[in-house]
């Protein structure tokens, strides 16, 4: 019998003298290590792998497979071992270690192996078990840890993304995603896997721990793998499923909340502003909104941000909270973005509406209370006192005219407020309220103003105290009838040809109180007065002379834009 024959005979060897015990009837058997853990014994028919080193009585080795630098493979008791080999290697557990004595009867006999086994040689074998499986094996799962919710798992055709530790049954590590630094991807029952992985990851979810144990024929078989993985080994993957998805696969939409009222949802064109969280499937935090106490602020449907919120934010009202879960093809793809966000990764975002509107939004008026026989109301130009609570969509108190000692007041169409709110104050009637929302187009714009954020959409509450009736944009006084033939004479009450700003003043307020004229609305009609003087003290020498004295509706004729 050759030496190559001899090693397919034997199969885990390894020999030490254990003494005289003289003559034989049976193999003697020293376990001396047991592995804590062992979860199967070698029985008849078992395909095995070990090491050993054979010697004789005297120490002198004849045989080893660590000499060779290979594991032995075979199949226990069915005669391709010597009879003493099959008998010692009977329960054996993975990382046992043996001696074992073979009587000549139980080994190679009278006989022997020409130039390498004497005839009626005792043989000590030292033994490690590597490697036990069996044709009829399946696949071993066990779950080591599961996420408590779990809306889906892995099927044929999924892509999945997961890191993994690889072992022999020994223990011996071969590969690791995590040395990598970088997850496993591939799509599941395609073929591109090992059928044993193929298999062991359908039903998973995402998050979820696996230890998975693949028999030879479901792995590498009978070539192994390069240098790391030997032929005919079972292999242990510790499997941490980080995402999944389906080239298919659409958004995953989840109301997390939803307001009682919800008079409006966005469409395409709105401009949405919203906080978010971005993570992906396994809790890792690649972006936040919050963290830079800024909401993103954009419009849907355009193509400005990534396919897959520009579907998940269609539909939103103000004050919803959502869960908008992204395969990669309508997020970032196989390439990612930055060092944040892996290639091929399913991203979940957890948004919260701040507000949004449309470019084209008008100011949204509704009539809290108005008064019965409500005959007059405000105009452009009208002198307005009103209270008001200026907020945010979502509730954040911006602005109160309560937290003062006196109404805001205001000249209509002068500029004075922002376009939405000046709107919203027209056509009202004393002791009117309304609430107001005013898209920012109408408010503060993208810039925003102080306290009040860029493109934020906002909500008066307004009540109208009184009213005053105004005068034209440009005038400062104006007649209720036509203005006196000899306007200088009458104006010049002590008659000596001109008129200094105490004699003016008097006639001014002399002709509002006889109802003749009225004052632009103010809050200080005094300084309205003295406007109206400078206007008209042209060279500025205290005193109004007949030529300097001018109507506006003459000077516009003029095109001289003085005004009295």
């Known amino acids: 019998m050759s030496p190559g024959s001899l090693v397919l005979l034997l199969s885990i060897l390894g020999a030490l003298g254990l003494g005289d015990p003289g003559p034989l009837e049976d193999v003697v058997i020293d376990r001396y290590y047991i592995p804590k853990i062992c979860l199967r014994e070698v029985q008849m028919g078992d395909f095995i792998r070990y090491h050993y080193n054979g010697t004789f009585k005297d120490g002198k080795k004849f045989d080893s497979s660590y000499d060779r630098g290979a594991t032995v493979a075979g199949v226990v008791g069915v005669g391709r071992l010597i009879t003493g080999m099959d008998r010692g290697l009977q329960g054996m557990c993975v990382n046992e270690r043996r001696h074992l004595i073979v009587p000549p009867h139980l080994g190679y006999g009278s006989i022997g192996v020409a130039g390498l086994i004497p005839p009626d040689a005792t043989l000590y074998f030292d033994v490690i078990m590597l490697d036990i499986w069996n044709k009829d094996d399946k696949l071993q799962i066990t779950t080591l840890s599961k996420p408590e919710h779990c809306n889906r798992t892995v099927e044929n055709s999924d892509f999945v993304r997961y890191h993994y530790n690889g072992t022999l049954l020994d223990g011996t590590p071969f590969d690791s ?101 971005g993570t992906l499937m396994d809790g890792t935090l690649f972006d936040s909104s919050y963290s830079r106490n800024h909401t993103y602020n954009t419009y849907i449907g355009k193509g400005y941000i990534i396919p897959g919120m520009d579907q998940g934010l269609q539909g939103v009202c103000v004050g919803e909270r959502r869960r908008v879960v992204v395969p990669p093809h309508l997020a970032y793809g196989e390439n990612g973005a930055g060092d944040k966000i892996p290639g091929s990764a399913v991203l979940i975002f957890d948004v919260h509406i701040i507000d949004f509107h449309n470019p084209a939004d008008p100011v949204e008026i509704e009539t809290v209370y108005r008064p019965e026989g409500c005959n007059i109301t405000t105009r452009d130009r009208d002198f307005v006192r009103y209270h008001y609570n200026c907020s945010l969509l979502d509730g954040t108190k911006l602005f109160s005219s309560h937290d003062y000692e006196k109404p805001q007041e205001v000249t209509l169409g002068a500029n004075k407020v922002i376009e939405g709110l000046n709107s919203g104050l027209l056509n009202m009637c004393t002791g009117e309220r309304r609430v107001l929302i005013i898209p920012p187009h109408l408010g503060h714009g993208e810039s925003g103003a102080r306290g009040v954020p860029g493109s934020a959409v906002l909500r008066f509450e307004v009540e109208l105290i009184s009213m005053e009736e105004g005068v034209p944009e440009g005038y400062l006084f104006i007649w209720h009838g036509d203005p006196p033939a000899s306007l200088y004479e009458q104006m010049d009450l002590n008659k000596d040809g001109e008129i200094p700003a105490d004699e003016f003043s008097t006639f001014i307020k002399t002709q509002v109180a006889e109802g003749k004229g009225r004052l632009m609305p103010s809050s200080d009609p005094e300084k309205v007065i003295a406007d109206m003087f400078r206007n008209q003290d042209r060279n500025e020498d205290g005193k109004i002379t007949p030529e300097e004295l001018k109507l506006k509706s003459d000077e516009d004729q003029e095109k001289i834009h003085e005004e009295l």
């Not at 591109?192 to 078989?221: H, N, T, V």
């Not at 790391?228 to 080994?233: D, G, R």
Request: net charge neutral.
């Open 177 to 277: 995603s995590y040395s990598k630094d970088s997850t496993y991807d591939t799509y599941v029952g395609t073929g591109w896997l090992i059928k044993g992985m193929d298999q062991g990851l359908l039903g998973m979810c995402a998050g979820e721990k696996r230890s998975i144990i693949i028999p030879p024929f479901l792995a590498y078989g009978e070539k192994g793998y390069g240098t790391v993985i030997p032929p005919q080994a079972s292999l242990v993957f510790s499997v941490l499923l980080v995402d999944f998805h389906n080239p298919k696969d659409g958004i995953f939409l989840e109301h997390l909340e939803v307001p009682a009222s919800c008079k409006r949802r966005a469409v395409t064109g709105d401009f949405v502003r919203y906080h978010y969280n």
